[in-house]
């Protein structure tokens, strides 16, 4: 099959009956045209469509190495820089279809999987069944072009606990039994992004798992179709209120959508387990597979068209009220064009020092992409904090798309201009404004950048404790014994 167009990816979600629920009401079938999941199941297929357009069919896909198909080039595993480039170029693609707001545009995870899959020698060290499960699935959501969501975290009851010390064991997803067809699973994880649009849920592991026996049967990896009896996705409440592109610009195109997974004694076939019972290789998976480099990857070109695109709408607003004098106010601007500069010299420092890794595939520098990855969960609510201090009480001043019509038209259009725009360009322009900056949207993506890819806090401390720290103080060590032996 290969590289899907949006109306293969929406006709397999409305086909393929599942089960989820919102609002308390559930959702088995035909979930496109469902008011909480109609318009971002269209932005997601959007992306699809963008691998048929002739002219950007060259940069969104390649030709499968076992088909001769074109598929999409986030599956791609580099060999070359070249190849990183071109992974890039396609992940920026999609992520400017969004102005960056889509965290899980399908490139995430496939990202992962590609990566996982080239490192499939990881898996087969536990059991060569596992490496060839994990290859295979790569290869069967490449060519069938599958779109993906994971679930890695445990609920949050008591985090002073691990999850075999909860009130109840099963509280976090756990193996209850293995079985000639697979295993069983019994609990929950949250969060899953995408989740009820996702064709396919990976289950990775968890937090950092205790090296205990009581923590083997939350010790897994797999991943399964979201169609799976007994699984359930257990939506919040939509942030797509059905209003029109000019009144939520965002919400009524980009609403992602996040669930809890529930799993009732779902049974997980074996073709489909990557690993079991190994709290070791659990910790280690995303480190030794270097997943996380091209996760990161990923996130940080993302993070590079977020800020561009926030930057844009800063600059506009400045000019649609004339406050692009203002000293203070062009500090704050130069806060967003240097936060843009460093996601830029970050990613292009990891891609200009990339080298293979030991599995063979071109690795982008870990070290710039940790860099980003743990500081834009503090610098991106800083730039929603300037949207708020930029655009004041215009943020609220915000009259509704029929307002513009209504008996107080006229009205709107002389106290809503602005100094270069009339009315309806200046309140399109802040009302998008206000769905980055103040909206439910717009909470939910501070939200997201500051906690996606874990725990902010726990990934300082992991930095601290992982980066190579002695080189720098040994040149201290040796720069006061310099001083000790009577040099200058
Ligand atoms: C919008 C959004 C989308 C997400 N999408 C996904 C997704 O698609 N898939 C997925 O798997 N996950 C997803 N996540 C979850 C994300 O991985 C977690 O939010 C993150 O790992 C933090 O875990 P937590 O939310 O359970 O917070 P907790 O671990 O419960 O932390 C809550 C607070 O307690 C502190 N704390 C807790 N435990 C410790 C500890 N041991 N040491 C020190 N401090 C501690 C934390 O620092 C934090 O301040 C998403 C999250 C958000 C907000």
Redesign the pocket.
């Known amino acids: 099959m290969g590289a899907r167009r949006g109306q293969d990816y929406l006709q397999r979600l409305d086909e393929e009956a599942r089960d989820v629920w919102i609002e308390g009401e559930r959702v088995v079938t035909g979930i496109t045209s469902h008011p909480a999941f109609r318009n971002i199941s269209r932005s997601v297929a959007a992306l699809y469509d963008m691998q048929h357009d002739p002219e950007l069919r060259d940069e969104m896909t390649y030709i499968s190495p076992s088909t001769g198909d074109r598929v999409g080039m986030s599956f791609l595993q580099p060999r070359t820089h070249e190849d990183l480039s071109r992974r890039r170029r396609m992940m920026k693609r999609w992520a400017d279809y969004s102005g960056g707001m889509m965290?899980?545009s399908p490139d995430y995870l496939n990202s992962s999987l590609m990566a996982m899959a080239g490192a499939a020698g990881f898996f087969a060290e536990a059991d060569p069944a596992f490496g060839e499960n994990i290859r295979r699935y790569y290869e069967y959501v490449r060519e069938n072009d599958l779109c993906l969501?994971?679930?890695?975290?445990?609920p949050?009851i008591n985090?002073?606990q691990g999850p075999a010390a909860q009130k109840d064991p099963y509280l976090a997803a756990r193996i209850v039994k293995e079985t000639d067809g697979g295993i069983v699973v019994r609990g929950a994880?949250?969060?899953?992004?995408?989740?009820p649009l996702a064709d396919e849920i990976i289950v990775f592991p968890s937090?950092v798992l205790k090296n205990q026996p009581e923590d083997a049967p939350y010790a897994y990896a797999f991943a399964i179709p979201s169609h799976t009896p007994g699984l359930k996705y257990l939506c919040r409440e939509s942030f797509d209120y059905g209003k029109s592109h000019f009144d939520h610009p965002l919400g009524s195109r980009f609403e992602e959508m996040?669930a809890v997974v529930i799993f009732e004694d779902v049974l997980v076939p074996w073709e489909r387990v990557f690993l079991l019972q190994d709290t070791k290789k659990c910790n280690e998976v995303y480190a030794a597979t270097n997943a996380v480099v091209h996760m990161a990857h990923q996130v940080v070109i993302k993070n590079v068209a977020k800020t561009e695109f926030i930057l844009g709408v800063v600059l506009e607003m400045l000019d649609a009220i004339g406050i692009d004098g203002f000293q203070h106010v062009q500090e704050k601007a130069a806060e967003v064009i240097l936060t843009l500069e460093m996601m830029r010299a970050f990613l292009r420092a990891a891609e200009a020092d990339a080298r293979p890794d030991a599995w063979g595939l071109m690795t982008p520098a870990w070290n710039p992409l940790n860099a980003a990855r743990n500081l834009y969960p503090k610098l991106y609510p800083r730039l929603a904090e300037i949207i708020q201090q930029l655009g004041a009480s215009g943020l609220m001043a915000l009259p509704a798309e029929a307002d513009f019509r209504g008996p107080l038209g006229p009205a709107v259009e002389r106290y809503l201009q602005g100094r270069n725009a009339d009315a309806w360009h200046r309140v399109r322009l802040f009302r998008l404004a206000w769905d980055i900056a103040v909206s439910s949207f717009g909470g939910?993506q501070i939200?997201?950048e500051?906690?996606?890819?874990?725990?902010?806090?726990?990934m300082w401390g992991a930095l601290y404790q992982s980066y190579d720290k002695e080189p720098y103080r040994e040149r201290v060590r040796a720069f006061l014994e310099r001083a000790e032996e009577g040099e200058v």
Not at 149 to 154: A, D, F, P, R, S
Not at 453 to 458: E, T
């Open positions: 965290g899980r969501t994971h679930t890695l975290i445990n949050q985090r002073s994880r949250m969060l899953a992004t995408l989740g937090t996040d939910r939200l997201y500051r906690f996606f890819f874990g725990d902010p806090v726990r």
